[in-house]
């Protein structure tokens, strides 16, 4: 099973400041990795497929990179809504499966 | 517009049975691979077992395997999940979700349901 490990657990980062949070793959997934931000009492949200690519309506404000094993989420300037719990995921080709990262809670400092 | 509809779930004691329904609308359901995904109270998200977009190939999580059974009518554009044996540790918000493209694998997920809440106590 490929473990994905989420750190920080909690960042705390300025409105309108640069946040970034990182996903390591305890084993190599190539681009194989979406991020996923969670609101309270909401579902998931997906932000970034394929490592890099943003899904449909997501703000350019959100980027992703790596590739292998190390992942990044940066989100410039945040907005207000932006704050709330992203998740990672790395899905293998075979045997297909999925696996999510702990989370990391993005709060207002 | 894509919607997902959970139902199904409730309070059932350990040992139990349940079976969760996921309704899909506005989607050529048979084209995507579907899954489960659980959130059990103030934790994060755990990928429980996906379906192909036939139906005949299910994968599912060690936690789960053996126990719990992943299935699929595309004629009534309908996921479900028969969850047996079920213990404490099962408790959760049960999520349905549909891959992002068409495909016989599980990769991203781009529409979830509101999830239906399972109990086990």
């Known amino acids: 099973e490929t473990v994905m490990t989420q750190s920080p657990a909690t960042l705390s980062v300025s409105p309108g400041e640069r946040a970034t949070l990182s996903c390591r793959a305890s084993q190599y997934v190539s681009r194989n990795l979406a991020w996923y931000q969670q609101k309270p009492g909401q579902a998931p949200r997906l932000l970034i497929y394929?490592?890099?690519t943003r899904a449909t309506g997501i703000p350019a404000r959100f980027s992703g990179s790596g590739s292998g094993t190390e992942f990044t989420l940066t989100i410039s300037s945040l907005q207000s809504e932006d704050f709330a719990v992203y998740y990672c995921?790395?899905?293998?080709?075979?045997?297909?499966?999925?696996?999510f990262g702990q989370g990391t809670r993005l709060e207002i400092k | 517009e894509v919607q997902l509809l959970e139902s199904g779930g409730g309070l059932v004691q350990p040992g139990g049975s349940l079976r969760l329904s996921c309704a899909a609308s506005?989607?050529?359901?048979?084209?995507?691979?579907m899954s489960w995904v659980r959130q059990a109270p103030g934790k994060g998200l755990e990928w429980v077992s996906s379906i192909s977009d036939s139906g005949g190939s299910p994968y599912y999580a060690d936690s789960v395997k053996g126990r719990f059974t992943i299935s699929r009518d595309n004629s009534k554009n309908t996921l479900y999940l028969q969850m047996n044996s079920l213990r404490a540790e099962d408790t959760a918000l049960y999520y349905c979700?549909?891959?992002?493209?068409?495909?016989?694998?599980?990769?991203?997920?781009?529409?979830w349901g509101k999830g239906t809440s399972v109990t086990v106590s």
């Open positions: 979700a549909k891959d992002r493209i068409p495909s016989s694998s599980p990769y991203s997920m781009d529409v």
């Open positions: 995921q790395q899905y293998n080709n075979w045997p297909p499966s999925i696996t």
């Open positions: 394929g490592a890099s």
């Open positions: 506005g989607v050529t359901f048979s084209s995507y691979a």
